[in-house]
């Protein structure tokens, strides 16, 4: 899948978890299932506790975190 259609899945309301980014408008959010990935838990973990989830769920976070971080920029504060 695209990345543009991947990224599709993440979507934005205030009246769902007061506008976090979350998935395809369901009570789950990226910052969940990125928690959940640095905890350990794998793919097949997270959409066996989530089946309303797909994999393409969990590709879409990780895209959408990976857009936000590559636009930062390192400051040596020495």
Known sequence: MKSEKLLQRITFDQSVLTGKPTIRGMRI???????LLAKGASVQEILEDYPELETNDI???????????????IVDMV
Not at 29 to 35: P, W, Y
Not at 59 to 73: D, F, I, M, P, T
């Open 29 to 35: 959010s990226v910052e969940m299932i990125l928690d």
């Open 59 to 73: 590709r879409a976070a990780l895209l959408y975190a990976k857009r936000l971080v590559s636009g930062e920029e």
